[in-house]
Nanobody
Framework: QLQLVESGGGLVLPGGSLRLPCAAS????????MGWFRQAPGKEREWVSC????????EYPGPVAARFTVSIDNTKNTVYLEMNNLKFTDTAIYYC????????????????WGQGTQVTVSS
């Protein structure tokens, strides 16, 4: 059974950094695209990164492209989201998600989701 477990969230100061792991089980990452999304209170879930082709392809939306980096450790079957220069507006629950094939920024294209990890940026 495909399972995703995020961790690494917490409280961080503005300008700080966090790295969020997403451990995958029940499947291998080679044939899947792995997306990261976030959802702030009262807002829709939004896409923040995607990685596919075993780590050879990455995509980001414009607003986070300069600050967020997604990567894969295939030996651990784990996807990472590294976030730098964090801002108050990055506060949200962060989710990883899986879909077969190519990357997408559309929530509806991903069928498997983790439970999420809370990231709070506050002084």
């Amino acid at each position: 059974q495909l399972q995703l477990v995020e961790s690494g969230g917490g409280l961080v100061l503005p300008g700080g950094s966090l790295r969020l792991p997403c451990a995958a089980s029940g499947f291998t990452l080679d044939n899947y695209a792995m997306g990261w999304f976030r959802q702030a209170p009262g807002k829709e879930r939004e896409w923040v990164s995607c990685i596919s082709l075993g780590g050879r392809a990455t995509e980001y939306p414009g607003p986070v492209a300069a600050r967020f980096t997604v990567s894969i450790d295939n030996t651990k079957n784990t996807v990472y989201l590294e976030m730098n220069n964090l801002k108050f507006t990055d506060t949200a629950i962060y989710y990883c998600a899986a879909r077969r094939g190519r990357c997408s920024g559309d929530v509806a294209d991903f069928g498997s989701w983790g439970q999420g990890t809370q990231v709070t940026v506050s002084s």
